[in-house]
């Protein structure tokens, strides 16, 4: 198979569905000649054109509010923010509008679009331009919130995310664009709702979200040498969550450590521990769960602090550890 | 029916005094600036132009972060600084560095901002401002609320904002207008229009002719201004600032200007978007041309003159590097210690952690 990189598979998920499909347009900040903040759309106006690759007045909020009448009237745009953060100035078209029109009319109208936006730390941009805020589109009903890992995952996901009939947030990882792996020429579906073991393992789950996929099998690596066995299972989509395979996972090695790069407060990690406590994986569990995630703070421009704001391998494996060492109290 | 637009459009001239051949073409709107005043002038724009070149250089050679380029804006930065009084709230966009050194944020405390460490944006004593916005039009909302602050207090100042002429599209621009517009709150909203929001031109950002039109809906006084011009941003402010402390309301300011490098640092390449030509044509207008020979003229300025101002600038520069390079590292402690007035319990945990590994 052909190798490519996490942003071209998400630009050639893009390009071959506006090929098939007229209605498909994109709108966002720069995204013309510019090629958005991170060159995703690079070439994509030249091929389509300015009415299908529309550059927008810097506006998060008519974006959003654009985006949700183009689809009203059976267009299916995708958006694009330039950074994830600004999904704040388009909250209320989110939030109180995109999420909940289906809803609201009966099931008669519906908002089919795709918000793509780049999120998360590591790329020097500071506190307004590095945050995971993913959690926060977790917790409101009628949104789908995908978060792919993997170039293949991208661009599977992406055509997924076009076809859905429902708002869909989809954020892309920045230092994710760049690195590689195996995706097929042609178009492919991934369904939104359906989990990955990313690697397989006995000795303890871990759970990683977007960057922290690679970080968790960096970590099962280190361990493997260690002779412990870990398997990473990568929900991809946090909305649906897929519960089943999580909850397998944890049956089979009884240990669960969760790690997203998002403030670990509130962060989405907090759910997927609940789904283990209240399923019967429960039972299973020898050790308590652990969660890992980013510290309480703004992310800090200086590099150093910025990666010790997040967790990082040796993080993982120490929590990996920590959870083997461990044993619940078992009643004799 | 009548159709207004037109009309409305057409009463929106550019404001000018110098023009580009360094002529006083408006002797009456001429400011009450004393030689000295008008030297000053020079040697800030001059001193702004160095700073930005070393700056440019400092942060190819990995000694500066983040960075705006300034050059040519000069005229309509330090225009609108100048017109300030040192009681006055200035809130800047990420390329308005300059005004805040004019107001009197050390130099080494700028570069400290560009390395995004905290002690950059710990105003001293006597400067009132916000440390530059990175969130497009966040300041616009905040400087309804300043304005309204020193309203309240009774204070006769101003809170003085600045946007790009991108910044003009986001929701937060009209309604710190119209908010400080229904206050008669003392703000004065600053759009340097330098034709470019990133790779997108203005005409592609708004379907009006001139952004100070903008501040017709919100009510307010605007006015669009030759930005290359300093004597012109100058009065404009001036006028701004007088109506704004006696209770007139706020204005809106456009200035047409240019920037000449790049969006940011961060690896923005113009000639994607721009064409040389257009470059060429704003270079021609150039603040610091113009007014330089407005003062040969007038036998206030040399060669000599400016070439001590280059020497100083690049020797402050130089001594202010150095001392931002000397200022404590910062650490997970002090990240921790600037989250909330009292720590909460669950931080000073943290703290202690932190501590204890930094002391080792
Ligand atoms: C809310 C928000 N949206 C988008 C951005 C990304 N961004 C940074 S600068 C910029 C262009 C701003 O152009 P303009 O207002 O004309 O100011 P200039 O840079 O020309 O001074 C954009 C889109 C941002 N910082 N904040
Ligand atoms: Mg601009």
């Known amino acids: ?21 007229k209605d498909v347009f994109i709108l966002g900040e720069d995204i013309g000649v510019y090629g958005g903040a991170f060159g995703v759309t690079r070439g994509m106006i030249e091929e389509f054109g300015e009415e299908r690759v529309r550059n927008t007045p810097i506006s998060e909020s008519a974006i959003a509010g654009t985006a949700i009448g183009a689809a009203l009237t059976g267009m299916r745009p995708i958006l694009e923010l330039q950074f994830s953060d600004f999904i704040t100035i388009s909250m209320d078209q989110i939030v109180n509008q995109a999420a909940k029109l289906r809803y609201m009319y009966g099931g008669k109208g519906k908002v089919p679009m795709v918000l793509r936006t780049p999120a998360g730390s590591g790329t020097g941009a500071a506190a307004q331009h590095s945050q995971s805020l993913e959690a926060w589109m977790t917790h409101i009903p009628g949104l789908k919130v995908v978060q792919p890992s993997t170039a293949y995952d991208a661009k599977g ?12 947030i989809f954020y892309e990882h920045k230092l994710l ?13 991934i369904p939104l709702g359906k989990a990955d073991v990313k690697r397989e393992g006995t000795d303890v789950t871990i759970v990683a979200t977007a960057i922290m996929v690679h970080k968790a099998l960096e970590a099962a690596v280190e361990l493997e040498k260690e002779g412990i066995s870990v398997e990473v299972v990568d929900p991809r989509t946090l909305v649906p969550l897929d519960t089943e395979t999580i909850i ?11 790690v997203h790069e998002a403030v670990k407060r509130g962060g989405y990690g907090g759910e997927i521990a609940s ?34 704001a997040v967790p990082q391998v040796p993080d993982i494996i120490e929590a990996v550890k920590e959870t083997l060492n461990k044993r619940i109290a078992t009643h004799a | 029916m009548k159709r207004t637009l037109e009309n409305i459009e057409k009463q929106f001239e550019t404001f000018q005094i110098l023009n580009e051949e360094g002529k006083i073409i408006n002797e009456d709107a001429m400011p009450d600036l004393s030689d000295d005043e008008l030297k000053e002038l020079m040697h800030r724009m001059v001193y702004t132009r160095i700073l930005d070149q070393r700056s440019i250089a400092l942060n190819r050679q990995g000694r500066l972060g983040f960075y705006a380029p300034t050059a040519g804006q000069e005229g309509s930065q330090l225009g609108t600084q100048y017109a300030l009084e040192q009681e006055d709230f200035i809130l800047p966009a990420y390329r308005d560095v300059p005004q805040l050194i004019w107001q009197g944020l050390p130099l080494y405390q700028a570069f400290l901002f560009s390395r995004g460490h905290y002690h950059g944006n710990q105003m001293p004593e006597g400067v009132h401002a916000l440390s530059p916005q990175i969130i497009i039009g966040a300041q616009y909302t905040q400087a309804a609320g300043i304005a309204l602050g020193m309203k309240i207090r009774g204070k006769k100042n101003v809170a003085i904002t600045y946007t790009g002429d991108g910044g003009t599209s986001q929701g937060d621009f009209y309604e710190g207008m119209n908010f400080a517009g229904a206050y008669k709150a003392p703000a004065i909203f600053v759009v340097q229009n330098n034709r470019f929001a990133i790779s997108v031109p203005v005409e592609k950002q708004t379907a009006a002719t001139t952004l100070a039109q903008k501040a017709v809906a919100a009510g307010i006084e605007g006015i669009q201004v030759d930005g290359m011009d300093i004597l012109a941003v100058y009065a404009a402010t001036k006028e701004a600032r007088e109506r704004a402390i006696n209770g007139e309301g706020p204005t809106l300011i456009e200035t047409l200007t240019y920037r000449y490098g790049p969006h940011t640092m961060a690896g923005d390449d113009p000639t994607r978007y721009r064409t040389e030509d257009l470059d060429n044509e704003w270079e021609k207008k150039d603040p610091l041309v113009r007014f330089r020979k407005f003062l040969e003229n007038k036998g206030l300025w040399s060669e000599e003159e400016e070439n001590k101002v280059i020497d100083q600038a690049k020797k402050e520069i130089k001594e202010a590097i150095k001392k931002a390079d000397e200022q404590p590292k910062q650490k997970v402690t002090d990240l921790i210690k600037n989250m909330y007035e009292e720590l909460p319990a669950h931080l000073q945990e943290q703290m202690e952690e932190y501590k204890a590994k930094e002391s080792k």
């Not at chain 1, 992406?158 to 009939?165: Q, W």
């Not at chain 1, 664009?177 to 579906?189: A, I």
């Not at chain 1, 397998?248 to 969760?258: A, D, Q």
Request: charged share 35%; aromatic share 6%; proline share 7%.
């Open chain 1, 1 to 21: 198979m052909r190798e490519i990189t996490y942003l071209e598979a998400v630009r050639e998920a893009m390009s071959q569905e506006m090929r098939e499909n």
């Open chain 1, 157 to 168: 996901l992406l055509k997924a995310a076009m076809d859905d009939d429902n708002p869909v």
């Open chain 1, 177 to 189: 664009y760049k690195t590689k792996g195996d995706v097929p020429e042609k178009q492919y579906s």
């Open chain 1, 248 to 258: 397998e996972s944890v049956k089979k090695t009884s240990r669960l450590v969760v």
């Open chain 1, 275 to 308: 789904v283990i406590a209240e399923s019967d994986a429960f039972d299973y569990l020898d050790a308590p769960i652990k969660r890992l995630g980013g510290k309480a703070v703004p992310i800090p421009y200086n590099p150093k602090l910025e990666k010790a």
